[in-house]
């Protein structure tokens, strides 16, 4: 491994491709977090285009309300990237309200 230093390369110590690779390590066990983080804020940015259709006064289509129980159950059973990045959201709903 190398380090640029004005424009100049050298070898990195052991003590610095030891730092590199724990950090590398780090970045790759975080894989699943990361993309688990990403998935919720996508549905709860789906969720909170919806929100609207849970108030008091008016009374949900049932299409709505399995629309937003697919949508909160979205990350149930994803406990690999491979399974994440291969989900995709159920098909918005138009007909909101009964």
């Known amino acids: 491994m190398k380090k640029l230093i004005n424009g ?13 690779n724990a950090r590398n390590t780090e970045w ?10 990403n998935l919720r804020e996508t549905r709860n940015s789906l969720l909170a ?21 697919q949508l909160r159950d979205a990350p149930t059973g994803l ?3 491979e399974k ?3 989900y995709e959201f159920p098909e918005e709903v138009t007909n909101w309200v009964i």
Do not use: C, P
């Open 8 to 20: 100049i390369e050298y070898d990195l110590t052991s003590t610095e491709i030891a730092e590199v």
């Open 28 to 37: 790759n066990n975080g894989a699943l977090d990361r993309a688990l983080s």
């Open 49 to 69: 285009k919806t929100d609207w259709t849970a108030n008091s006064d008016l009374t949900m289509s049932s299409a709505m309300t399995t629309y937003r129980q």
């Open 79 to 81: 406990n690999t990237v």
């Open 84 to 86: 994440i990045e291969a």
